[in-house]
């Protein structure tokens, strides 16, 4: 079976990662992909705006009805730093029979030789890369010895970021169809981002 991972902040879900699971799972013929939020990012280590909470609560809004998409609090369970690597290794004595393929944005191609044990990480799994407005997510950029672990997909450039859209509500701009319906509301009501 090949899952794919849909890692993030996540703070808020937005369409372009939406997009960008579906694009994954359509193209590397994925069997299903789960969304899992991180706990505390190793390349973000300010505070989310939302709480962890909020966060997957819009992650289970934006998948409701998806079948094929599925919410996965596993690094939230877990806690700390999120390091993909150990998340990883868990995962796989949890689930034996999976390979995982985690999918990530041009920014994050760009910067896997850096990962925490990444040679390690990608004798582990594969990697899907998206493409991303600003970004070219070019095997030529990667070392050769992690060319073989990730394929590229293509997808509508999508030129949104989480930052974007707290930025937005923060100057009382609309985020509607930015985010998919369900977590509109879900801003609206909570004021996770401000009124
Ligand atoms: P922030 O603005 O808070 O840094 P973000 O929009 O980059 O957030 P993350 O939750 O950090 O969102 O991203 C999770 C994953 O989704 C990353 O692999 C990122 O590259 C990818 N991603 C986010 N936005 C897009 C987009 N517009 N197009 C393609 N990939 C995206």
Same mark, same amino acid.
């Given at each position: ?72 609090? =596993?690094?939230? %369970?877990?806690?700390? #730093? ?5 998340? /990883? +290794? ?5 689930? !034996? $029979? ?12 760009? =910067?896997?030789? %850096?990962?925490?044990? #990444? ?5 582990? /799994? +594969? ?5 991303? !407005? $600003? ?61």
């Amino acid at each position: 079976m090949k899952v794919g991972i849909m890692g993030g902040t996540f703070d808020p879900i937005h369409i372009g990662h939406m997009i960008a699971a579906q694009c994954a799972y359509e193209q590397a013929g994925l069997s299903e992909v789960w969304f899992m939020p991180t706990n505390v990012p190793p390349h973000k280590q300010q505070a989310t705006m939302a709480s962890s909470g909020q966060r997957w609560e819009m992650v289970c809004r934006a998948v409701e009805g998806q079948p094929h998409f599925r919410p996965f609090d =596993f690094e939230l %369970k877990k806690g700390g #730093i999120s390091y993909t690597f150990d998340t /990883i +290794s868990l995962l796989l004595k949890e689930y !034996p $029979g999976i390979h995982f393929y985690y999918i990530i944005g041009a920014d994050m191609v760009q =910067f896997l030789p %850096k990962w925490y044990k #990444i040679g390690e990480l990608a004798k582990l /799994i +594969s990697f899907i890369g998206l493409q991303r !407005p $600003g970004y070219t997510p070019g095997m030529e950029q990667l070392p050769e010895s992690l060319r073989d672990a990730v394929e590229l997909a293509t997808m509508p450039l999508i030129e949104l970021s989480s930052t974007s859209i707290r930025q937005r509500k923060s100057e009382g701009r609309t985020i509607r169809h930015l985010v998919p319906d369900r977590v509109h509301e879900y801003i609206e009501e909570s004021g996770c981002y401000g009124p």
